[in-house]
């Protein structure tokens, strides 16, 4: 029976892959810009910075991405006549999902970061300014690669936490890995066959994303000596 | 804004949901503890075929979403028609014990690489002076490896506790009605998704509050000796 369906769920497992690459993205760019908030001399986006990542550390995924995806649909729902729209709106589970995943990981990034960029002694930035250096160049030169480097544990943790949140977005419907074994598991009556496959493919998933990143940290960490024991 | 009479009306869902949130993150904390002290001590063992059946358990564990496990459990055994027909299938067909079997499961992986670490991160000097005093494996394990490695695993557990506390969510996919069950019982029943998930949310705020305390409280208490001088 599970020839059957392998077509059907590697291409959930297609659908898993861009989901988590895409909240990826999402939640880089928000992980940036919480961790410039939390290490800027204003107080407000300090304070909107810990609000954030406080909150979205404190709740389940699952708590945020059923008030995201209910939520999002009221909220549309609501404001669609006002645009002149009257039909029902229905939220579109990838979006949801992604935009879910992006903002709880975001949180955990901006963490990273932070802690990424505070471990940059600040000399090394005094130096590069009274070498006449913009701030573009001292944060493409000398900060960012650097930053990469003292980040890539933690991003990689996030990363294997994110891939793994990934199974939720199943519950709010959308086709992806999970909800595409449970469809073969509920037609041949072989859940366990099913629900073991999608466990190995997660296993791969996560195998090829360890050996990466190690491969990736290897790279930023050149030239680094570390104690020989 | 918000509908507050109904979150008012909707709080003894909610507090029996908290309870049963609470049953399944201290059994599963429990029961994944008391499982990884000893083998995380297997593997920390530089023998290979100690510390690699291990290694392959957590790997698998940690390399797999909770969600498939808890199907893998609730759902996928149901297949076997032997298990079916054995003593254990009263076990197997509740929710309950399933939620709670793969929770433990889950958090012991996890908490046996926390384990395992913090034995191998022990300073060699103190291992060294235990032998030196002639104290066997056992002794050396009991008197100075394990509780100073659980010691010193109390900050990433204390995370850990915190993301076993957020994974027991996931009972409500399977029919029980915990914290983000209530919620999404009130949502069903009276179509009010930000009432429903923002009281859920905080009452997931103050138990993670809760945790970050009393592991506040444990670090404090055993880790002094650690802590930065001023």
């Known amino acids: ?229 | 804004m918000l509908n507050v009479e109904v979150m008012v009306s909707s709080l003894p869902l909610y507090f029996s949901g908290a309870v049963v949130t609470l049953k399944l993150l201290f059994v599963a904390l429990f029961a994944g503890l008391a499982a990884a002290i000893p083998l995380a001590v297997l593997r920390a063992s530089p023998k290979p075929w100690l510390s690699r059946p291990v290694w392959l358990f957590t790997f698998v564990f940690r390399g797999t979403p909770l969600l498939v496990q808890l199907f893998i459990i609730y759902y996928g055994l149901a297949q076997f028609e032997w298990l079916r027909e054995s003593f254990l299938w009263p076990l197997f067909s509740s929710a309950w014990f399933c939620c709670m079997f793969a929770f433990s499961l889950n958090t012991c992986a996890y908490t046996i690489e926390i384990v395992a670490g913090a034995i191998a991160a022990t300073h060699h000097g103190e291992v060294e002076a235990a032998r030196a005093m002639g104290m066997s494996p056992f002794t050396l394990y009991r008197r100075i490896l394990l509780p100073s490695a659980l010691r010193r695993s109390l900050p990433s557990y204390s995370n850990e506790a915190i993301m076993m506390l957020h994974g027991t969510s996931l009972a409500s996919i399977v029919t029980l009605m915990d914290l983000t069950g209530a919620a999404r019982e009130v949502n069903s029943r009276f179509y009010l998704p930000f009432e429903a998930f923002i009281t859920a949310a905080g009452f997931y705020l103050v138990l993670t509050f809760f945790l970050v305390t009393l592991f506040h409280l444990a670090e404090k208490r055993w880790l002094v000796h650690l802590a930065a001088r001023a």
Not at chain 1, 46 to 55: G, I, P, R, S
Request: glycine letters at 8%; charged letters at 10%; aromatic letters at 10%.
């Open chain 1, 1 to 229: 029976m599970l020839h059957a369906f392998l077509p059907s769920i590697l291409g959930g497992a297609v659908v898993t892959v861009t989901v988590a690459l895409s909240s990826l993205l999402i939640a880089v760019l928000l992980g940036l810009l919480g961790a410039a908030m939390k290490l800027s001399k204003s107080r407000t986006a300090k304070a909107l910075a810990t609000v954030y990542t406080t909150v979205i550390r404190g709740v389940p995924d699952l708590v945020l991405m059923l008030l995201i995806f209910y939520g999002g649909q009221l909220t549309i729902n609501e404001l669609a006549p006002k645009f002149g729209y009257n039909d029902y709106v229905d939220i579109n589970p990838f979006i949801a999902g992604v935009w879910t995943i992006g903002f709880i990981f975001g949180a955990y990034l901006t963490e990273t970061f932070r802690g990424a960029l505070l471990a940059i002694p600040a000399g090394q930035r005094e130096a590069a300014i009274a070498y006449g250096m913009s701030s573009r160049q001292v944060f493409m030169r000398i900060t960012f690669p650097q930053m990469v480097r003292f980040a890539l544990p933690g991003f990689s943790n996030n990363w294997l936490v994110l891939v793994k949140s990934t199974a939720l977005v199943s519950v709010i419907g959308l086709s992806d890995m999970m909800n595409r074994a449970g469809m073969a598991a509920g037609a041949t009556h072989e859940p366990f066959t099913f629900y073991m496959t999608a466990a190995a493919i997660y296993l791969v998933i996560t195998t090829i994303s360890v050996l990466t990143l190690k491969a990736l940290e290897r790279r930023y960490s050149m030239g680094i000596k570390v104690a020989s024991l």
